[in-house]
T-cell receptor, first 111, second 115 residues
Framework: GENVEQHPSTLSVQEGDSAVIKCTYS??????FPWYKQELGKGPQLIID?????GEKKDQRIAVTLNKTAKHFSLHITETQPEDSAVYFC??????????FGTGTSLTVIP | ETGVTQSPTHLIKTRGQQVTLRCSSQ?????VSWYQQALGQGPQFIFQ???????GRGNFPPRFSGLQFPNYSSELNVNALELDDSALYLC??????????????FGPGTRLTVT
């Protein structure tokens, strides 16, 4: 089955700096890669996603890049704000539509 | 908010008991997936229901079972509870379980504690 690895497990940045979270996956059949933000006591919230026919996608301060050859994808958050503090999860899905999640990155934005 | 609701919010059960968790999917969505999230871990796929039929299952024993109703709401049942079943149980709804790459929207989860 698919194996998704996520790094780093914790990340602290100063407000206004950028944050980068990286994930690798093992199954070349995976073709959909969502990113979720989970705040304490809440369910994961979809923040951005990318499909295998696209190399990069951007939505305001958030961007995701995908390298299919190397089987890795990354989340980039620019101009970080304290409200960006949360746990972020990457995931990979194939035609079975079963999502495989990484182990999460706890992001802290220091005011 | 996603429009996906789950009940109850919290639940405490004793080892060996049975539990039923409920999920109402977002309006227009016909697919519900269930995930188990242990503390400090990412969600793990339990199974998915599409139009009342199971449409994929993760590495969970048969004592984890589910149902989907004609209105696309869903239940997760766990028999013979074990201490390791303590976790946050999440359901996610999506437009179609048959096509790849459909966004899944999560509910707030049910926190289950087994003592």
């Amino acid at each position: 089955g698919e194996n998704v690895e996520q790094h780093p497990s914790t990340l602290s940045v100063q407000e206004g700096d950028s944050a980068v979270i990286k994930c690798t996956y093992s199954d070349s059949a995976s073709n959909y890669f969502p990113w979720y933000k989970q705040e304490l006591g809440k369910g994961p919230q979809l923040i951005i996603d990318i499909r295998s026919n696209v190399g990069e996608k951007k939505d305001q301060r958030i961007a995701v890049t995908l390298n299919k050859t190397a089987k890795h994808f990354s989340l980039h958050i620019t101009e970080t704000q304290p409200e960006d503090s949360a746990v972020y999860f990457c995931a990979a899905a194939n035609t079975g539509n079963q999502f495989y999640f990484g182990t999460g990155t706890s992001l802290t934005v220091i005011p | 908010e996603t429009g996906v609701t789950q009940s109850p919010t919290h639940l405490i059960k004793t080892r060996g008991q049975q539990v039923t968790l409920r999920c109402s999917s977002q309006s227009g969505h016909n697919t519900v997936s269930w995930y188990q999230q242990a503390l400090g871990q990412g969600p793990q796929f339990i199974f998915q229901y599409y139009r009342e039929e199971e449409n994929g299952r993760g590495n969970f024993p048969p004592r984890f079972s589910g149902l989907q109703f004609p209105n696309y709401s869903s239940e997760l049942n766990v028999n013979a509870l074990e201490l390791d079943d303590s976790a946050l149980y999440l359901c996610a709804s999506s437009l179609s379980g048959l096509a790849p790459g459909y966004e899944q929207y999560f509910g707030p989860g049910t926190r289950l504690t087994v003592t």
